[in-house]
Nanobody, 126 residues
Framework: QAQLVESGGGLVQAGGSLRLSCAAS????????MGWFRQPPGQEREFVASISWSGGRTSYVDSAKGRFTISRDNAKNLVYLQMNSLKPEDTAVYYCAADPSNNGGRYYLSTDYKYWGQGTQVTVSS
């Protein structure tokens, strides 16, 4: 029943911005850690960003710090990833994911996330 659906991907010029959205349905995800992962062409899936249950703590991969912002609106069951100053190396399929456990504070392992969206393509041209 639980489902995550990403949207907002597309083609953008280097230096531009995109905002990805993740809509949750089937259940409330307000007490879930939410994360964004991405899979560049020919590479493994990697952690991008996460946000705590209340939104009070966020984490980012080093390459995204200062450029990406994760946020959530629990009342609307929505999670966002604002991406600014995009670079060609940001090109990837971006996935929204939900983690029902705290995992001792761990946030970066994809195996900890139990619910996943279908992904949305982000392509950044130079």
């Amino acid at each position: 029943q639980a489902q995550l659906v990403e949207s907002g991907g597309g083609l953008v010029q280097a230096g531009g911005s995109l905002r990805l959205s993740c809509a949750a349905s089937g259940r409330a995800f307000s007490n879930y850690v939410m994360g964004w992962f991405r899979q560049p062409p020919g590479q493994e899936r990697e952690f991008v960003a996460s946000i705590s249950w209340s939104g009070g703590r966020t984490s980012y991969v080093d390459s995204a710090k200062g450029r990406f912002t994760i946020s959530r609106d629990n009342a609307k069951n929505l999670v966002y990833l604002q991406m600014n100053s995009l670079k060609p190396e940001d090109t990837a399929v971006y996935y929204c994911a939900a983690d029902p456990s705290n995992n001792g504070g761990r946030y970066y392992l994809s195996t900890d996330y139990k619910y996943w969206g279908q992904g949305t393509q982000v392509t950044v041209s130079s």
